[in-house]
């Protein structure tokens, strides 16, 4: 999906013009006009403005990933599979979940403010972390752990948890987790 085309689209039918959507998101006329003719592009946060503008959810500018068979999967073809507001940005390392019982997700936290609460939460399966790059925050059972790059966490993911970047650079890491949800023809976030 072109981003800007579809972002036109969504201005047109809701009859916002440029200068409206350069007002409401505090992004230049100039910039939105070469960005609905393809012609730069747009941060995450950015993007998630205008999402809110337009009324729909940031994933709604994401194609999920196609079942591909092959067994490499290069880094230029991996694919957004969530987008959750707060900024987790999720791409799928594998390039066929159909069937598989683990789910390898590249995830992209961008900062959040230390006030924003989190909510810890359990599930069925198990999750492995392991952090690229930046400084994450976990929450298991009620403890606060920092995880440094090269760090990581294999856990029962029954146990109360939850993750938060509170740096003002991003956090990129490594989740494995089970079961797989995205194999079974249900796009559910488990984060």
Do not use: C
């Not at 981003?3 to 998101?25: C, D, N, P, V, Y």
């Not at 941060?43 to 079942?67: C, G, M, Q, R």
């Not at 995880?147 to 956090?171: L, Q």
């Amino acid at each position: 999906m072109n981003i800007g085309i579809e972002i036109k689209k969504l201005r047109t039918e809701k009859g916002i013009t440029l200068k409206e959507l350069s007002e409401k998101s505090e992004l230049s006329v100039g910039f939105l006009s070469q960005l609905e003719r393809g012609l730069t592009t747009i941060a995450v946060d950015s993007l998630e403005k205008l999402a809110a503008i337009l009324e729909v959810h940031l994933t709604h500018f994401f194609d999920y990933p196609h079942n591909k068979k092959d067994i490499v999967l290069r880094s230029y073809e991996q694919e957004i599979i969530d987008a959750v507001e707060g900024g987790f940005i999720k791409y799928s390392l594998s390039t066929d979940l159909e069937n598989k019982q683990l789910v390898p997700r590249l995830i992209e936290i961008l900062p959040q403010k230390k006030n924003e609460e989190i909510l810890s939460y359990k599930h069925e399966g198990e999750e492995f972390i392991y952090v690229l790059e930046g400084i994450l925050t976990v929450y298991i059972n009620g403890k606060s752990y920092d995880v440094y790059p090269g760090d990581s966490i294999h856990m029962d993911s029954k146990i109360a948890h939850n993750w938060a970047n509170y740096t003002n650079k991003k956090v990129k890491l490594i989740a494995v987790n089970t079961p797989n949800f995205y194999g079974h023809n249900t796009i559910a976030s488990t984060k």
